[in-house]
């Protein structure tokens, strides 16, 4: 009924615009209100039939399309004069070229060309989004890019930030808390931390030396802060800029990139600021910034670049720089998104697809399982060679009821680590599980008190669950913090219920756990199967994109609707029920209830999850994945004995497929990410 769409065509080439143009169409066909916010006259012109123009969060006129000029809307979206005390520009005096750039392209930007005076400030101007900020984070070496950058003569290395720092590139982000400063560190560590060098000998840092730099610096800044010894994270926002811009100065820049100077930052901060930029530009240091304010870009900088969908759609110089230009340059750019396909050739199309289907494999969840597979078959075969007897069905039936035990508590390590948790109380519940079987299903009892049994395990997986849900969500435990804390209690309660194995598991149930179908042990069928319909559920279902989602990006997910607490919880309870399967295989295999033989299960648990590919930070990964994993691990140690190694090398063989495994991961996700 209502269609809200905020800058929805500033990603897309030619063709996907059309497209949304046409989709905003149909909507108002089907009676639906549409809000379309842009900052691009034509696409108003083509879609609107009213006009509302905002500005500091007022409206400042409103009209049918046809009535309100771009003259009109111009003087709207600009509406007011230059108010603050810029300082004076350089004005013809820019010095010889520093910076040289041809042919400058990367994420979200392409073709850039310019040239930056050594006494000038260049401003990169446009709505965010359209690849200002990430050419300069691509000049700072920060981004992945191609093309040539030329400083004073000397070529940069792009992609590499170190070269970049190294050839007196200084990058001053507008992420201050996350990129621009170390809010933990003080006033002096910060401001000294790129310049280190200046102020040691031999690794020692001479205070003396350090203290007296950083105290001139700030003093020169107009620091306002009670010491150096200050935190940093104690300052306003404008003297912690000027703590970044202290740093700047101490590291003996050659060229300074500043990104969003003074956001955040009070009226009387951003003059002192203005000033100190200026100062910077007139020792000869050229300086690039990306702002979104087009009153600070007109008063502070000499020149003006202006970029839409990726490319230089315009430039200002001198008496040129003006808020209503760079508004104009903004507004009237239609320019579209790079579009690749129209770069390609026809012969080469079916190549193309391939290429891109391979990298896009290589980037996915499903390129570990690949890799899983072929090691699984190659180590089985190296271990065949040496052994015959590894494929007996003996081993064969002992090693998937182990893969099957293990599989099932690494899947609910699996649902807990997408959420970007982690569980470490599973194998201590696993073993409290197989103590409380110990009490009721051992021989001479009813069916009704086995079942007792079965219900109370249930019970005490759900309630630990509960437990370790609540402390990470409502009580802000870390989730190491809390499952360590219940991995603690639970391993306790285990031995104060049996501090010595006994209670000797029913052979019967025993065997019913250990049943066979067409020779393959019934409960690894289940494993497999569960796999699958756990991929399934991951990627076509609700639940499997909530769980993904969170993981990926929590308030993101919130915002749009998935309930992220009850989604947690979930995921903590059903890692305990699926730690309750295991524990069942558990007691199957060891037949006594023994408290200590559960805790090997939670870092086997989260070594199948990583030997299967899963982010460690949430949102990707593979039930299939874990299966393998879970099958390599417990083929591993199983293969020990075949191969005649003593008790060492199961821990060995552990260690080192891990390292291989996510050494092949990284790798191939990295070369994807290269191809793409």
């Not at 494993?527 to 076509?540: C, D």
Request: glycine share 10%.
């Amino acid at each position: 009924k209502a269609l809200i769409l905020d800058e929805p065509t500033a990603p897309l080439g030619e063709q996907m615009v059309e497209k949304v143009f046409e989709q905003v169409r149909a909507a108002t066909g089907r009676s639906a209100a549409v809000i379309y916010i842009s900052h691009r006259l034509p696409e108003v012109r083509r879609v609107a039939d009213r006009v509302t123009v905002m500005r500091d969060g007022e409206v400042r006129g409103s009209a049918p399309i046809g009535e309100m000029s771009d003259e009109e809307m111009l003087r709207l979206i600009v509406g007011r004069k230059l108010s603050l005390a810029f300082p004076e520009k350089a004005g013809g005096d820019t010095g010889e070229r520093a910076l040289s750039v041809k042919g400058l392209r990367g994420s979200n930007f392409s073709d850039v060309e310019m040239q930056v005076g050594a006494k000038e400030i260049v401003g990169l101007a446009g709505i965010a989004g359209n690849g200002q900020a990430e050419c300069l984070r691509a000049l700072a070496g920060l981004d992945r890019a191609s093309g040539e950058v030329t400083l004073v003569g000397e070529r940069l290395k792009l992609g590499r930030s170190k070269a970049a720092h190294d050839a007196g590139v200084v990058y001053l982000s507008a992420d201050r808390h996350n990129e621009g400063l170390v809010m933990s560190l003080s006033v002096r560590e910060n401001a000294a931390l790129s310049a280190l060098p200046e102020f040691s000998q031999l690794g020692l840092v001479n205070r003396r030396e350090e203290s007296r730099a950083v105290i001139e610096e700030a003093e020169d800044l107009d620091v306002r802060t009670p010491s150096i010894a200050a935190l940093v994270s104690n300052l306003s926002g404008g003297n912690q800029q000027k703590v970044a811009l202290a740093r700047a100065l101490l590291a003996k820049p050659r060229l300074v990139l500043v990104d969003e100077p003074t956001q955040g930052v009070d009226a009387g901060a951003r003059v002192e600021i203005y000033r100190n930029l200026r100062e910077i530009a007139q020792q000869g240091i050229p300086v690039v910034i990306v702002s979104s304010d087009s009153l600070e870009l007109e008063g502070l900088c000499d020149r003006i670049i202006v970029f839409s969908r990726g490319h230089i759609v315009g430039q200002l110089t001198a008496g040129e720089v003006s808020e209503e230009q760079i508004a104009r340059s903004i507004v009237t750019a239609n320019t579209h998104r790079e579009e690749a396909a129209k770069k390609r050739n026809a012969e080469t199309t079916g190549r193309e697809s391939f290429k891109s289907r391979l990298v896009s494999f290589a980037r996915g969840d499903f390129a570990p399982c690949a890799i899983l597979a072929l090691i699984i078959l190659a180590y089985g075969a190296y271990t065949y060679s040496k052994n015959q007897l590894v494929t007996s069905a003996f081993n064969l039936n002992s090693l998937t009821l182990l893969v099957a035990a293990l599989a099932f508590i690494a899947f609910g390590q699996m649902i807990v680590i997408f959420t970007a948790g982690i569980d470490l109380s599973v194998g201590p519940l696993a073993g409290l599980l197989v103590v409380i079987s110990s009490f009721f299903a051992v021989e001479g009892k009813s069916a009704g008190t086995v079942i007792v049994g079965f219900l109370i395990m249930v019970g005490a997986a759900i309630l630990v669950g509960l437990l370790n849900g609540s402390l990470i969500r409502y009580a802000k435990f870390t989730p190491i913090a809390a499952t360590l804390a219940i991995y603690v209690a639970l391993q306790g309660v285990s031995l104060l219920l049996r501090g010595q194995p006994g209670g000797f598991i029913s052979t019967d149930i025993s065997q019913a756990i250990s049943k066979k179908l067409f020779g393959v042990p019934i409960a690894f069928i289940v494993a497999v199967l569960l796999a699958v319909g756990l991929e399934y559920a991951l990627r076509r279902t609700r639940w499997g994109l909530n769980l993904r989602a969170v993981g990926s990006r929590e308030e993101a997910a919130h915002r749009l609707g998935v309930k992220t607490n009850l989604t947690f919880l979930g995921a903590y309870v059903s890692c305990s029920l699926f730690t309750f399967l295991g524990a069942v295989m558990l007691m199957s295999q060891l037949g006594v209830g023994d408290a200590s033989q559960g805790v090997a299960f939670t870092l086997s648990s989260i070594t199948a999850v990583v030997l299967g590919g899963a982010s460690l930070f949430g949102g990707r990964g593979s039930f299939i994945g874990v299966l393998l994993g879970a099958f390599l691990l417990q083929q591993a140690i199983n293969s020990t004995t075949f191969l005649k190694l003593d008790g060492s090398w199961q821990y060995w063989m552990v260690g080192i497929l891990v390292i291989v495994a996510a050494g092949i991961y990284t790798q191939a996700r990295n070369a994807g990410r290269r191809a793409a």
